[in-house]
């Protein structure tokens, strides 16, 4: 096949969408098929331009067998509100052209990944002009995050948003995204059975490994082999609830041993280095290369996974299948019900989001209960191997987007 990849975020980005889309491009590639992609330079999560990027602002490039078409996009300095939004629609704009170009390729399927939603009709576009299978994956509801977290405010303007969207959802001939919460989403926006797709995030289970002995990050980070660590590893944005972290660790200083780990770049890294000067059990870190993946998450004791209220059924965050993978429990914050609370309830706790009490609660069950750890921990590598494995989602996907039919194959997704 010949598939169009457009994504504004995509590889070297490390984590997030840009990490998902270079994965998918490349084991694509690796099948045999044909693959271009027309994406943004990199600037997630530290909102920058990567560097040697400023110039000439469109490229092709060569990626791991993939050919790549980059267009330029503005950075804001401060992402929020208005101005997010005027950051992808100078992507939306600055693409249009290249994504045209590609109509003389004629892909078999073009598939618009969104977060950028601005993108999807020139991602639609192009699929009709050159009679491809017009394909929109979802990773998380943007326009319905952004008003409920405030980056965007104004009841006529979330009316205008929300049916241009419910509109355009309509028109792709295939709409797929990562959980079953958000399948039930998609329906209620006017996306019929037959269209919506199952296709989960995934995680190379062989790259990310339960840890035989412990992580050399405890001696770089002079950690105590005896300490128990709580570790967030992740962007650092404002839909990740991430100050109930500082709160809990506030609440646990009197509790000897207990270490809390905060791992990544993005918006709220200013907030949380403030926190952490006053906090002497709480360590941040900056981004970690991709090969030192299965050390850094093998050093938690216990995985963190804090999501605001406002947006936990609209987004299933990606980080999740990592830790999954790296055998170890995970306490998160949502409420009982969504779809991040199904998932973790077999292999962690589940806290009410922005409780920093009942946060601290939970890890205190956690550090006093070492068999619990051990045996939520297998459970939870055990359903990575069953549901996540990045070959079998991927192989699924090939398969999907093969066939004329996208009844599913299977039924590994969350039940």
Aim: hydrophobic letters at 45%; one cysteine or more; glycine letters at 8%.
């Amino acid at each position: 096949m010949k598939i169009l990849l457009y994504s504004a975020n995509f590889a070297p980005e490390p984590t997030g969408i840009g990490k998902y889309s270079g994965e998918m491009a490349a084991w694509l590639a690796t099948q045999g098929h044909q693959v271009r992609v027309v994406a943004a330079p990199p600037y997630y999560p530290a909102w920058q331009l990567g560097a040697g990027y400023a110039w000439p602002p469109y490229r092709r490039e060569q990626w791991q067998g993939v050919d790549v078409w980059r267009a330029p996009l503005w950075v804001p300095r401060n992402p929020g509100g208005m101005l997010r939004v005027v950051h992808l629609l100078t992507f939306a704009l600055s693409s249009l052209p290249v994504m045209l170009i590609q109509v003389f390729w004629r892909p078999n399927v073009v598939m618009t990944v969104a977060p950028a939603f601005v993108c999807a009709p020139v991602g639609w576009l192009t699929a009709r002009l050159c009679g491809a299978r017009a394909w929109l994956h979802i990773q998380d509801f943007e326009v319905d995050v952004a008003f409920q977290v405030g980056l965007l405010k104004g009841k006529a303007l979330q009316r205008l948003a929300l049916a241009s969207e419910r509109w355009l959802l309509r028109r792709f001939d295939a709409v797929s995204t990562i959980s079953r919460k958000m399948m039930e989403r998609l329906a209620t926006k006017g996306v019929t059975p037959e269209k919506i797709c199952f296709f989960p995030n995934w995680v190379d289970i062989d790259h990310v490994r339960p840890l035989a002995k412990p992580s050399s990050y405890r001696a770089e980070l002079g950690i105590a082999p005896d300490a128990v660590v709580m570790l967030f590893s992740g962007s650092l944005g404002n839909k990740q609830g991430l100050m109930v972290i500082p709160d809990a660790a506030r609440r646990l200083m009197h509790v000897p041993g207990v270490v809390f780990v905060v791992c990544g770049d993005g918006v709220m890294k200013p907030e949380l280095e403030e926190a952490a000067r006053e906090l002497p059990n709480l360590k941040l870190l900056p981004l970690q290369p991709f090969a030192r993946l299965s050390e850094l998450l093998g050093l938690a004791d216990v995985h963190l996974l804090t999501q605001s209220a406002d947006a936990e059924d609209l987004v299933l965050p990606s980080k999740l299948t990592g830790m999954l993978a790296s055998g170890r429990p995970v306490i998160a914050t949502c409420n009982a019900g969504t779809e991040i609370a199904v998932v973790v309830q077999h292999c962690g706790l589940v806290v009410a989001p922005g409780d920093g009490a009942a946060l601290a609660l939970a890890i205190e069950q956690m550090v006093n209960d070492v068999a619990t750890r051990i045996r939520l921990g297998t459970q939870a590598r055990a359903y990575a191997e069953t549901n996540l494995a990045r070959d079998s989602v991927l192989g699924r996907l090939a398969k999907k987007m093969a066939s004329n039919s996208l009844e599913e194959t299977d039924e590994t997704a969350t039940n």
